[in-house]
Each structure stands twice: as C-alpha cells, then as structure tokens.
C-alpha cells in the first residue's frame, strides 16, 4: 500500500511539475486575435518581392529558409491604457523566458525595440521582433522559418533593398499606428 501511495505522489509531482504557468508566445498570439485591441496577420515570404531579384547562394538559402512573418500589434488608446499596460507585462514575461535569446535592442525614433531568437546560433526556427511605444502600443512580429542562420540574413536585407519592396501589404499595420 505503501508503495502504490509513494508511486501515486511521485506521478502527481510529475504531473503538476511539468505544466508551465508561463504562456508561450504562440498561445499568445492565439489568445488575443480575439481581442479588439489588437490586429493580428500573417505575411507570406512572397511579399518581399525578390522573386525577380538576382540573389547570391546565401541569399537564397536564407529566403528559403524563411516559410511566414506573424504579425500581432496593439494600438494604444486613452480608453485602454491599462490593458496595454497588463499585455505588454504579458508579452516581456513570454519573452524574458530562456527558450529566446535576446540578439539586440534598439532605440528608434518610432520607440523601443528587441530582437531575441529560439534555436541554435547557426539554425534558428524562430526570429521574435518586440517594438514598443509609449504613446501609440507595440507589435510582436514572429519570423518563422526553418534554419535559418543569422549570417545569411544581413546579406538578405542587401537583397530587399534591390527588390521593389516598399512594404506594400504592411498597409493594415501603418494604418493602424496611425492617429
């Protein structure tokens, strides 16, 4: 009998031990599309238009190594400060855990931004931007792909600079920043 209480307690610290508390980032995303605060999308790779742009090898292993951009933004308002307080709280808790490394930080005249990744150094499954202002909200922006390799990519933003992007289909999320 002893021994059938003792397994019972081991299973149940096994069981409780193993459920997070933290939210991942995906069920993040998921959780508050339904929110009218915030705008949520995903872009597809094509938008960057560099299908008719010459690419070099590592050029065009890093944009195929790219599969989507997801996109959750929430705009600030006068009537909905404090839950903008509460989800930006939400999202640096998500971002603060150890499955993402913090690549950079930046100061810009839009507001406060980071860029932390998932994955090894070398092949990288996940690029998180993290951009907050104080006045108008902040935007994750989720760079999936698949090994990706973070020396590969300062070579694919040379490319979009000869490709004809020029952010057509970011429409929704500049209108939405927007006064």
Request: proline fraction near 2%; charged fraction near 25%.
């Amino acid at each position: 009998m002893k021994r059938i209480i003792r397994s019972l307690v081991v299973l149940v610290a096994i069981v409780l031990s193993s459920c997070s508390s933290t939210q991942s980032l995906q069920e993040y995303y998921i959780d508050s599309t339904e929110n009218p605060n915030f705008l949520a999308f995903d872009i597809p790779t094509s938008i960057l238009n560099l299908d008719a742009v010459e690419l070099s090898e590592d050029q065009t292993i890093a944009y195929e190594s790219l599969k989507k951009l997801n996109v959750l933004a929430f705009k600030k308002t006068v009537d909905n400060v404090t839950a903008y307080k509460a989800e930006r709280t939400k999202v640096k808790a998500i971002l603060a855990n150890d499955d993402y490394e913090e690549l950079m930080k930046m100061n810009t005249e839009f507001g406060r931004a980071s860029i932390r990744f998932k994955g090894a150094d070398d092949a990288i499954d996940e690029v998180i931007i993290f951009g907050d202002n104080k006045e108008k909200g902040f935007a994750l922006v989720r760079v999936l792909g698949k090994n990706m390799n973070p020396a590969h990519f300062a070579q694919l933003v040379q490319a979009l600079e000869k490709s004809d992007f020029n952010g057509e289909g970011l429409g929704d999320l500049g209108d939405f920043f927007r006064e």
